[in-house]
């Protein structure tokens, strides 16, 4: 967003032996249906982090997540992802939010990206693909709707039939008054009635800020909710209590639904989250969304678990081609993200 400016290769080879040209098979019917046949996860079982673009996902050409390449192969991708997704496995995680846009999808590099979806699933992560809109629109609305249309056609055709996918139409949809937005929501849901809607994150009105909405929308009922919420948003705020009270707000009845799918803090500026406030807006801010996860039983996502250059990132990604690893950041952000997660 441009408000966090601040912010073993024979086991590959026997993978890759049974994918076809487009780094794996397309779902079969049979395999979608199974899939809405399983009991859906409920929300707080979604744990994990954001891996993002150095440019915060909006991109112009392809949305590329750190550490990889528009010029990799399926199997380099596929390589540098295991490494990667094994890092935020050691950190806890278990879901990783990727971003898309129609350049990365429409065009060469859906080949190659898919390998980073491809790399999560396997190692039984759950992926979430969201939509950001290019660097040079930031108007909170979809760039080209046939563009997205085409994108989104690619990219459920691909991954209906694996349930560790799921869909988030549209990131921060702060273009869109509550009612355009709801519709918009309700046209894709029309148009991509063969997925199941326990995979498909709505997000909230403005910029994911305020669930309630979409939550009280019947044509959206069976959807998950994406909520955002960042401390900058007020930093004059100090008390852990009025971040609580802030957070319940937005989320109104609607936390059994709800996904906190971005939410971060400094990460490389030595702040200790388990320590006490003293007056710390981001410290009272990060102790009150992990504390209301606990409590209301969330889904959290946060952002991001790696972003180059980004101070909220929760890790540095350290190596050269795909021997890569991460180095955690901030052991008190860690903490209080297994605190929110009850691990």
Not at 257 to 283: C, H, K, Q
Not at 311 to 338: C, M, V
Request: hydrophobic share 35%; charged share 20%.
């Amino acid at each position: 967003m441009s408000r966090k400016s601040h912010r073993g290769t024979a086991c590959l080879g026997a993978f890759l032996a049974g994918v076809t040209a487009f780094g794996g098979a397309l779902a079969s019917p049979a395999s979608a249906a199974a899939s809405r046949h399983a009991s859906p996860p409920p929300v707080s079982d979604f744990q994990g982090v954001n891996w993002a673009d150095p440019r915060d996902n909006y991109a112009d050409d392809a949305v590329v997540p750190s550490g990889l390449s528009t010029s990799d192969s399926y199997a380099t991708t596929y390589a540098k992802s295991r490494a990667i997704i094994g890092g935020f496995a050691e950190l806890g995680a278990n879901t990783v939010r990727l971003p898309v846009n129609p350049t990365s999808v429409n065009g060469s590099f859906w080949k190659s990206y898919r390998g980073a979806i491809d790399a999560a699933t396997a190692k039984g992560f759950k992926v979430v693909l969201g939509y950001w809109e290019a660097d040079n629109a930031k108007d909170g609305k979809i760039d080209d709707q046939a563009s997205w249309d085409r994108m989104w056609a690619r990219i459920t055709s691909a991954y209906a039939g694996n349930p560790k996918v799921y869909f988030e139409p549209m990131n921060e949809p702060f273009g869109y008054t509550s009612q355009e937005w709801r519709d918009v929501a309700a046209n894709w849901l029309t148009r991509h009635r063969f997925i199941p809607r326990d995979r498909v994150l709505v997000g909230g009105i403005k910029y994911s800020e305020d669930v309630k909405p979409v939550c009280a929308d019947s044509r959206l009922d069976g959807t998950r909710i994406a909520l955002h919420n960042y401390g900058f948003w007020h930093t004059d705020w100090t008390s852990v209590d009025q971040w609580k009270a802030d957070f319940k707000e937005r989320i109104g009845d609607c936390a059994s639904r709800t996904i906190l799918d971005e939410f971060g803090a400094s990460m490389t500026t030595g702040l200790d989250y388990n320590g006490p406030v003293n007056g710390s807006n981001e410290v009272a801010y990060i102790q009150a969304a992990t504390d209301t996860i606990r409590e209301l039983g969330l889904g959290s996502v946060y952002w991001p678990g790696l972003r180059n250059g980004d101070t909220y990132s929760l890790t540095t990604l350290q190596g050269t081609g795909t021997r890569l690893t991460l180095k955690l950041n901030n052991q008190s952000g860690l903490d209080r993200l297994h605190w929110a997660w009850k691990q």
